[in-house]
């Protein structure tokens, strides 16, 4: 299938074309270790969270992996992570939710499109009903990729954060309506939360810390509980990251 246009009229081609997309996996291999080269990330551990993360990718287990949201760097910072973690084996199997806007510039698509994204059309850019239909066409791809045996990756707060970066903003409920869709496929997802810090001046190469919180392998049974379960998950990785700082 043809790359569409990643525009909201046309959500339904868009999605059916993420479905199944898959990048050149040396390429993105090459790509997320040139960012870790460049952003160069300090990541720090749970205790036994690497052990954990190594293991429990190793058997298959679905992950949502979860972080804070505070500047337009942070889908950089979190790729570098990922090469310097157990996260670097499920390169090319890894989706990471982005804003529509990204997908509208053809050099920036290619780049994105390599590190696995799947476009994401916000209400506050469209409008809530507006969204709709393809906010549940998101949902359910997202969850299909899950139970194809993919990672999913997620900045769940939505937008950047320009208040208090401390505590975590209100989140939406996407994260917890995908892992329950995706339990009904079969596959319930464990997640990770990782908390991201950085120094003053977030431009500044290797000025984020990284923390990787311990995965949780159970959730709750509803979207509701689910995402408040990710929001003290997260919660306690953004206060975890800026105590290591």
Not at 197 to 218: I, K, N, Q, T
Request: hydrophobic share 40%; charged share 25%; aromatic share 6%.
């Amino acid at each position: 299938m043809a790359r569409p246009a990643v525009t909201l009229d046309n959500y339904d081609d868009v999605y059916r074309y993420y479905l199944d997309h898959r990048q050149n996996l040396l390429s993105a291999r090459i790509a997320y270790a040139a960012l870790s080269a460049r952003f160069r990330p300090r990541v720090h551990y749970a205790d036994g969270a690497r052990e954990r993360l190594q293991a429990l990718l190793a058997s298959g287990t679905r992950l949502i992996v979860v972080a804070n949201h505070l500047t337009d760097r942070d889908q950089y910072t979190l790729a570098a992570t990922a090469w310097q973690t157990p996260l670097r084996s499920v390169i090319g199997r890894t989706r990471v939710l982005a804003k529509d806007e990204l997908f509208t510039d053809p050099r920036l698509r290619r780049a994105i499109d390599l590190m696995g994204s799947i476009p994401v059309f916000r209400s506050q850019n469209h409008g809530l009903r507006a969204v709709a239909d393809a906010g549940r066409r998101m949902m359910d791809v997202s969850a299909q990729r899950l139970q194809r045996g993919d990672v999913l990756a997620i900045f769940p707060e939505g937008t950047c954060n320009d208040g208090d970066p401390r505590r975590i903003q209100r989140l939406n409920t996407g994260v917890g309506h995908i892992a329950v869709k995706a339990r009904k496929l079969g596959a319930p997802p464990a997640l990770l939360a990782l908390g991201i810090a950085y120094g003053p001046d977030p431009s500044v190469r290797g000025s984020a810390d990284v923390y990787v919180g311990d995965p949780v392998l159970e959730l709750p049974t509803t979207p509701m509980d689910i995402t408040r379960a990710v929001a003290e998950q997260l919660q306690a990785a953004v206060d975890d990251v800026r105590a290591v700082r």
